[in-house]
Every structure is written in structure tokens, then in C-alpha cells.
């Protein structure tokens, strides 16, 4: 069959909006009518070369929602006519990581970064080649074939054209404040980059209780919806952030500090790490390149004062058990989300979109397929 479907040809690249071939849903795979997809920073960096790509075309995105219209044998969980959000990390629900309550660790990730399905091939093909998918979704297309793994069915009465962002930047930015970095009740947080990651920890963060939620952004932009979505102060530089945290915390520090700026470089862990206090936590949830390493902390305060640095995927929680959560609490008024996106495109505009991204213009754009 047929689909529409926006690709990289090269790396550095643009996406390509082009037509393509589909295959049927082979067994355990469905096919999905994708209604929304929301443009996370993550496919962005394989654009732009942030990180190296096994397999080139690629088809991006991994912020979906839609409708499954067929499945494949053996498909035991969905039907058509199913309302889905996609995981970018398959759960297979029998590794020693599913069956202990981490989902977002399944062995089966290990196969997102090949661009390939589970069996090791591809299930779209653009001028005759096999296409790469993100994190084996590529949800920049109208329709696509995936596993049954890769998908989380969700309640049909909250917009799909909403609940495209807690496939991604939602339980990622809720869970690093929850969950990886355990804000609790009176807590002082600070917040280093609040896009449609860094927002979500903005929420979680005062949800969970925070006294002090104090988000940081460059642009005035992201600082105003900060402080409408949660944020008790927010501040241009991550200086000012910390001295204000350690005015509030009779000068020992925030509790916690959570990384979602765009391109992490080691400085902005030092700055976290700088900023909380003896014992507090540092989550790191922005994607750096594979190829650089390096956090330039001082080596005698991480033992001495007991400090934390915690990565963070997919907000430290299992996405089958945070997707409908929260999904609930929007459906219940106490989450935000539609608030979370500033401009809908149609697919054919994703490369406008990455430029709003990029300056600053927007917390998060949203491709509407039925736009
Ligand atoms: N760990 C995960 O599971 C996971 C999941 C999704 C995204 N990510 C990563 O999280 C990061 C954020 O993604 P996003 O979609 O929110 O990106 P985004 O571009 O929407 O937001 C990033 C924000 O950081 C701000 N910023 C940039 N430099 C800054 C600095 N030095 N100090 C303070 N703010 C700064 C930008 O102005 C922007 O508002 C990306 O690196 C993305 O790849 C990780
Ligand atoms: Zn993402
Ligand atoms: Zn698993």
C-alpha cells in the first residue's frame, strides 16, 4: 500500500516529504492510522547530526498517536478500530527489565537505534529502498506498520490530537521530576530548559508537591508558559536560578535539578550539579551524542557531599503504566496539555516546524495528519 511519509536522505539533512511503499502488518505488527505526531527534539538531532544514524533513508518521529486498522497474526492485544499511542521503547513485558517494572529499559530497545523492525527488516520502502524508522515507529507518515510492542492503547475519548504528546515528551518530563528525581512534598526544583520535555517536569514537579519550581529558559517565551503550567519563578540563566535556589533553602540548595535543554553539553550537568544541594539529585534527561563524553564535576563533592547524577529515558517509568495515567489525569483537569501546543502543522510543513523549534517559538509544535 501507499503512505505518505516525511524522510532523511542524508545526515545532515532536511525531511523529504515524499510517497512511499508500505507492507502489510507481518505477524505481531499492526497497521496505524496516524492522526498526530508531535515534534520532538530527539528526531531533530538525527537531522541535524546530533547523532550518527545506522541507515539511511530514515523516517522520523516517535510522538504518535492514530488508529489501528489492521493487524497482523498473532496480534493478541489490539483490534482495529483501537485508539494507540506509541512507545519509543518496545516492551516486550518478559525481560528481567519489564518483569521488574522498568519497561522503558526492554531488552528490545536495544533494537530502536537500527531503524530496522525486530525481525531486522524494514517494513517501508521509498524509490525502490528499505526505509530506517525511528526507534522502530517513524511516526512522520500518515500511516505505518509497527509492532503490537511499540503501541499502548488508550481510552478513545481524549483527543488523539492531544494525546500524541504522552507518547514521549509528557511521561519523559513528568517521570524525570517524579520519578528520577523523587520531588516530594515542599521540595525546591529547578527545571534547565522547558521546551515540550522540560515543561512536563514543570508539571510533575508541582504536582508532586514542590514549593519552589523554578524553570530556566533563554527565551522569554518558554519562561511565561513555564509560569503558567507550574512554575513559581523563572530565570534566563542557570546563575540566577541556583542563587535563588540557595536563597530559599537557608543556602544549602535546590533538592533537585532536572537537564531537558535541546543539545546537553557536560557543562549544563555541572550546572545542575552545582545547584542542589548535599545529597540532591541531578536528572539528566537531555539526549547527547554517543561520541562525547565528559561531566566536569568536582570529583570531591560528588563523594563528600553525597550528590546524585541520574539519567533518566522515558522519565524513568514503564510507558504502559504512565501513558494511561496520565491520559487520566488530563481527562480528570489535572494535567495540562493542550495548553503544551503552540502550532499544528500539516506533514509537508515539518521542516517549518524544526525552525519554530529552533527559535524558540514554540513549546510544542504538533503534525495534525487530518489538517
Ligand atoms: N531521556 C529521554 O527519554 C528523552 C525523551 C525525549 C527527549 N529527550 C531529549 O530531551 C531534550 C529536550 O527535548 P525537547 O523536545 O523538550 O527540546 P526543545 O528544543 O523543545 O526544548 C529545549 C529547551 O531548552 C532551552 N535551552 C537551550 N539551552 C539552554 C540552556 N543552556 N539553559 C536553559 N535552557 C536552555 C531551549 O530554549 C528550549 O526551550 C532533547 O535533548 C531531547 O532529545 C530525551
Ligand atoms: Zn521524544
Ligand atoms: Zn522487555
Known amino acids: 500500500m501507499k503512505a505518505r511519509a516525511a524522510l532523511l536522505w542524508e545526515q545532515p539533512g532536511k525531511w523529504q516529504v515524499m510517497d512511499v511503499d508500505l507492507d502489510e502488518p507481518g505477524p505481531d505488527e499492526v497497521l496505524v492510522e496516524m492522526v498526530a505526531t508531535g515534534l520532538c527534539h530527539s528526531d531533530d538531532h538525527m537531522a541535524v547530526g546530533d547523532v550518527p544514524l545506522p541507515h539511511l533513508p ?20 489490539l483490534k482495529a478500530g483501537d485508539h494507540i499511542v506509541t512507545s519509543f521503547v518496545p516492551s516486550c513485558g518478559a525481560c528481567r527489565w519489564c518483569a521488574g517494572g522498568l519497561q522503558n529499559l526492554c531488552d528490545n530497545g536495544a533494537r530502536i537505534l537500527t531503524g530496522a523492525q525486530l525481525d531486522g527488516t524494514f517494513r517501508m520502502r521509498a524509490d525502490g529502498k528499505d526505509v530506517a524508522t525511528m526507534s522502530m515507529l517513524g511516526t512522520f507518515a500518515d500511516r505505518q506498520v509497527f509492532d503490537e510492542q511499540s503501541c499502548i492503547k488508550v481510552r478513545e475519548d481524549v483527543a488523539l490530537d492531544v494525546a500524541c504528546l504522552v507518547a514521549c515528551g509528557v511521561p519523559t518530563g513528568w517521570g524525570s521530576a517524579v520519578h528520577a528525581g523523587e520531588v516530594g512534598v515542599g521540595d525546591t526544583v529547578i527545571v534547565i530548559g522547558v521546551g515540550g520535555v522540560g515543561i512536563n517536569a514543570v508539571q510533575g514537579a508541582r504536582y508532586a508537591g ?98 546524585r547524577i541520574q539519567g533518566a529515558l522515558y522519565g524513568m517509568g514503564s510507558p504502559r503504566e504512565s501513558v494511561p495515567r496520565l491520559l487520566d489525569l488530563y481527562a480528570d483537569g489535572l494535567l495540562k496539555l493542550d495548553e503544551l501546543v503552540t502550532r499544528r502543522y500539516r506533514l509537508d510543513e515539518v521542516n517549518e516546524a524544526y525552525a519554530d523549534m529552533h527559535a524558540g517559538r514554540n513549546i510544542r509544535g504538533v503534525i495534525d495528519f487530518r489538517h
Request: hydrophobic residues 40%; glycine residues 14%; aromatic residues 6%.
Open 58 to 77: 530514515y523516517c522520523g518521529g516517535h510522538e504518535g498517536s492514530g488508529i489501528v486498522r489492521q493487524v497482523g497474526p498473532g496480534v493478541r492485544t
Open 210 to 307: 514542590a514549593r519552589h519550581v523554578i524553570a530556566v529558559d533563554p527565551v522569554a517565551f518558554k519562561r511565561e508558559k513555564a509560569l503558567e503550567l507550574g512554575a513559581t519563578e523563572a530565570f534566563e540563566s542557570i546563575a540566577e536560578a541556583a542563587d535563588f535556589g540557595r536563597g530559599v533553602t537557608n543556602g544549602q540548595g535546590a533538592d533537585t535539578a532536572i537537564v531537558t535543554v535541546g543539545v546537553i553539553e557536560g557543562q549544563n550537568i555541572a550546572d545542575g550539579f552545582n545547584a542542589v544541594r548535599k545529597a540532591g539529585t541531578v536528572v539528566v534527561t537531555s539526549m547527547g551524542s554517543p561520541l562525547t563524553t565528559g561531566v566536569p564535576v568536582n570529583l570531591f563533592e560528588i563523594s563528600m557531599f553525597q550528590k
